[in-house]
Structure formats: structure tokens, C-alpha cells
């Protein structure tokens, strides 16, 4: 069976039906006869919940700000209640999306645990879960935010498993990153062979993912980096041009390589920076999606904008294109089927103690990494 026929035939977690619970009397006149009922049920619920409680250690945000703010705390952690699952956390991947929220550029209550991709070992099930069970190695990306943890609480629908083929680093590496592809190129954009596309960051985590994929797929890429170094992997990655935007106009380098005809579709994750340049790119009907802002939110766009070529405009999250189970094991089967398979390969080239969380996002910030970020709980090294 292949690995993406497996995924698809993992079953949704079963449940049992708990039988109902007993409720206390309303009526108060009970809590008048009895005083310490209420009170001997209290400190039987605080001892229990202190019996199955433990510490773990866990980057918390309590401010908003730089990668200062990211502090290395002691956070409670209990046992997983029906539907969900305990995991050990065995690598955590680091994505531009974990900066949003730090610096408050996507919303979050706080304190908050940011990290939103991890792969782990299951070490408790909730009750009456079926499908699941202790040592199962579980990647998730996504929804909920909390990766950032030695250990954390997971609904067991977010969680697929990981083939055994797949080292750690590399799961953790490309869940996120290319289940993001896999909605831009196969949702969002439909690309087929003889499309031309331009990639911003080309040599960014996902931007490398989306030049092998495309390539694989027939089209014609062509991908912007910021040094000779960077232009080297996309070529690697597969990029049949490309264009260094420090040395060169982009905008300029594109006409000329497309003879003013434009690309069929911009896959954006720059932002302000590169908006405006990227809907000259575009072919007439052509389709600019924007899935981040690196160099900040861009201005709006005035719908007169998209007028004289008749363009398509769309901003996706990940989270809408796998908000399924159906979809979530599509999606991972998928990637994890390339990765297998070769069409997808992965350079972790950065590896951080989970501790040293703060120093992975100012270097990535700083835009010296390339590839992709992965942090290891200190427990773990």
C-alpha cells in the first residue's frame, strides 16, 4: 500500500460514551446540612489533579516584542482528557509564523507557548480513545499553538503519524512547510506543466519546497533569493532562473526572461516589500497569492489594481485547506509520500536547544538561516 493510500485509510479516533455523571443536588439546603461535603470534594478534586500534574519546561511570551521576550519557564502540564493526547516532544519545527505571533502581528491572548508543528512520542491517551495509543511517533502542524514545549496536550485529530522511514528532524522540518505547499500549489493555484511561476524567497523553507515541487510538476520556475549563495540552492531546488533581487530589478529580470508575457501565478511570503513588484509580474488572469509578510504587511490593494490584467488576489491560510481529518491526511499523506519518494528533500541546516529559542528567531529574523529551523528539547540532547 502506498504511503499515501495508508494515510488515507487511518481511521478517525473512536469514542466511548462516558457514562453520565451524577450531579450534585441544586438545592443549596444540602450544602447547609453538610458544610464540609463541598469542601472534602474540593480537596479530593486539588489533590487529584496535583497527583496526575508534573512540570515541563516551555518557552512562554508574556509581552510582545523581540526574541527577548521568548522566556525558558517550569509550565504545569496534566494528563490528556477525552479526545486528546500527551506527547513528548522529539523536535519542534520554526516557522516565520511563530514571529507574527511574538510580535503581535497575528492576535493571541496572553501568556501564550507559541509553535504551531512538532513531532513526538504519545505518552497518555485520553479515555475512551481508540486509534491512538502510548509510543505512536505523531507529528501535527497547525492548530492548537504550544509547540514550544518538552511536552504538550494534543487533540488526536491533529495528529497523523509519522512513517518510520522519516528521521525527526526532517518530519518536524516539513509538516508545516509542506503542507503549506501542498495548498498553494495544488489548492490555491492549480500549477500544471508548462506554467511559469515566480517564487519570492526561493531559498526559504517553504520557498524550497515550492521550487522542487513545481519543478517536479512541469513548470517553469523562476525565484528571487538575496545572495550568490542563496541562488546556488534554489538552482539545486530547481529553479530554472534566478534572480538575485539585491543585484537586479526583479520585476525588470522577469519581463525579460518571460519576453513580457509574465508568470502565470506569485507565491508571495515577503510582503511589503515585494507586493507591488510581484502584480507587475503577472501574466494577464494571473493569480498573486500572498501567504506572508517577512518585510511586513503590505499596503492594501486597490481593487483598481487588478483591472488592467484581470488578476486574481487571494490570501490563504493553511488551517482553512485542512480544517478536515479527510484533508489533514491528504495533505501530510502527501508530503510525506514526495518526501519518500525523493521529489521532496529537506536541509535542516539549523538546529537550536529548545532553550535557545530566542537566538533561532533573531537569526531568523536577521535572515541567516536558509532551509529549515529545527529546536530539540534540552531533555532530548
Not at 146 to 163: F, H, K, N, R, T
Not at 166 to 195: Q, W, Y
Request: proline share 5%.
Amino acid at each position: 500500500m502506498s504511503l499515501k493510500r495508508a494515510f488515507l485509510s487511518f481511521q478517525k479516533p473512536l469514542f466511548f460514551t462516558h457514562r453520565k455523571l451524577l450531579q450534585p443536588p441544586s438545592d443549596n439546603k444540602i450544602l447547609r446540612l453538610n458544610p464540609t461535603f463541598h469542601c472534602r470534594s474540593s480537596i479530593r478534586a486539588s489533590t487529584a489533579a496535583a497527583a496526575t500534574a508534573k512540570m515541563v519546561k516551555a518557552i512562554r511570551v508574556h509581552e510582545l516584542g523581540g526574541p527577548e521576550v521568548l522566556n525558558w519557564e517550569d509550565v504545569e502540564i496534566g494528563e490528556p482528557k477525552e479526545g486528546e493526547i500527551r506527547v513528548k516532544n522529539k523536535a519542534i519545527g520554526v516557522n516565520f509564523i511563530d514571529v507574527y505571533y511574538r510580535k503581535g502581528v497575528y492576535k493571541t491572548d496572553l501568556p501564550f507557548t507559541p509553535g504551531r508543528e512538532s513531532v513526538g512520542v504519545v505518552t497518555a491517551v485520553g479515555s475512551g480513545l481508540t486509534g491512538r495509543k502510548v509510543g505512536d511517533v505523531v507529528a501535527y502542524a497547525g492548530n492548537p499553538m504550544g509547540s514550544y514545549a518538552e511536552e504538550q496536550i494534543l487533540p488526536a485529530s491533529a495528529a497523523v503519524p509519522v512513517p518510520s522511514s522519516v528521521d525527526h528532524k526532517v518530519a518536524a522540518s516539513i509538516m508545516l512547510k509542506g503542507m503549506t505547499v501542498h495548498s498553494l500549489l495544488r489548492r490555491c493555484f492549480k500549477v500544471e506543466p508548462g506554467h511559469t511561476i515566480l517564487v519570492q524567497a526561493a531559498a526559504g523553507g517553504v520557498g524550497s519546497l515550492l521550487c522542487q515541487w513545481a519543478n517536479a510538476l512541469g513548470a517553469t520556475v523562476i525565484g528571487t533569493v538575496s545572495s550568490e549563495e542563496k541562488a546556488a540552492q534554489a538552482k539545486e531546488d530547481g529553479c530554472h532562473h534566478v534572480i538575485i533581487y539585491t543585484k537586479e530589478d526583479f520585476v525588470a529580470a522577469v519581463n525579460n526572461i518571460t519576453s513580457g508575457k509574465g508568470v502565470n501565478v506569485v507565491y508571495d511570503s515577503v510582503g511589503k516589500d515585494t507586493y507591488q513588484g510581484s502584480l507587475k509580474c503577472l501574466a494577464s488572469r494571473g493569480y498573486l497569492v500572498s501567504f506572508g509578510q517577512s518585510s511586513g504587511l503590505p499596503d492594501p490593494i486597490p481593487l483598481s489594481d487588478l483591472a488592467p490584467k484581470s488578476l486574481f488576489l487571494t490570501r490563504p491560510s493553511l488551517m482553512h485547506y485542512t480544517a478536515t481529518r479527510d484533508e489533514l491526511l491528504e495533505s501530510a499523506g502527501e508530503v510525506f509520500s514526495l518526501l519518500s519518494s525523493g521529489v521532496l528533500k529537506v536541509r535542516v541546516n539549523h538546529v537550536y536547544p529548545l532553550s535557545e529559542a530566542a537566538r533561532a528567531h533573531a537569526d531568523l529574523e536577521g535572515r541567516k538561516t536558509s532551509g529549515s529551523i529545527v529546536l530539540i528539547p534540552d531533555n532530548e540532547l
